[in-house]
């Protein structure tokens, strides 16, 4: 009698232990859904003209990455739309710093491009967001760029956005970690759309994208703006 009481308190809470678990999958399922649901949640009106803004962010300038954000550079101005690049290596953009948490100018940082890049940012209709993979995540050019948004980032709203990203490795899947690193900048900005993907995989060499179909792909997505 003694045993099978302690039998059935361990069941009871092992019963307990799981649906409260159960909950709190429920809950983050939930919540991951929310952000989805987020970031598709407007439908854009149709503009003839956009204002398209490519942020290019590896080093290798006329790199893989660099080379198909050229490529969906000209689809978009096919289309009829205004396209600017800017390539951020070549720009001056520091850390965000502890000085910039209580400064809602931007302008504690210093005397850098970053938050003419952000103005762009918020004047865009489109914005392209292209980095080369580096140890499986976006490289430092552009997350510095994504955090120096800080002071604006809420007035970065109702955007489309294309990511384009490269790296050796030849399998797509292994490239979610990337994506995942835009998306959690998408889901803390106001009404963004997640237009389109270009991977560009199995490419080391620079410019060895060239000969590749994702070539065409980038051209025919960026005329799809
Ligand atoms: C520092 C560094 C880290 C890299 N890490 C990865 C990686 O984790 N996975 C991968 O598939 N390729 C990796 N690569 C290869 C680049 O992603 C690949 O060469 C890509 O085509 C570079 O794009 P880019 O020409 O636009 O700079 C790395 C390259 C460098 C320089």
Not at 195 to 209: H, M, P
Request: charged letters at 30%; aromatic letters at 10%.
């Amino acid at each position: 009698m003694k045993y099978s009481l302690k039998f059935i308190t361990a069941m009871l809470l092992t019963i307990v232990f799981i649906s409260c678990g159960n909950k709190q999958q429920n809950a983050g399922d939930v919540q991951s859904e929310q952000k989805i649901e987020k970031r598709h949640k407007t439908e854009r009106k149709e503009k003839d003209n956009k204002n398209v803004l490519i942020l290019s962010s590896s080093p290798r300038k006329g790199g893989n990455s660099d080379l198909l954000c050229d490529q969906f550079a000209k689809g978009a101005i096919d289309a009829g739309h205004q396209v600017e690049k800017i390539y951020l290596n070549d720009m001056k953009i520091n850390f965000f710093t502890n000085d910039d948490y209580n400064d809602m100018t931007g302008l504690a940082n210093g005397d850098d491009d970053a938050n003419e890049i952000v103005g762009k940012m918020v004047s865009a209709d489109v914005i392209v967001m292209a980095t080369p993979v580096y140890f499986y995540a976006m490289c430092g050019q552009m997350k510095t760029m994504i955090d120096r948004t800080y002071e604006r980032y809420n007035e970065i709203s109702s955007k489309e956005f294309y990511y384009i990203i490269t790296a050796a490795d030849k399998d797509k899947e292994t490239l979610q970690v990337t994506v995942e690193e835009f998306r959690g900048f998408l889901d803390c900005i106001p009404d963004p759309v997640e237009r389109g993907i270009i991977y560009g995989t199995g490419v080391w060499e620079k410019g060895s994208i060239k000969d590749l179909p994702v070539m065409n792909e980038a051209y025919e997505m960026g005329k799809g703006v």
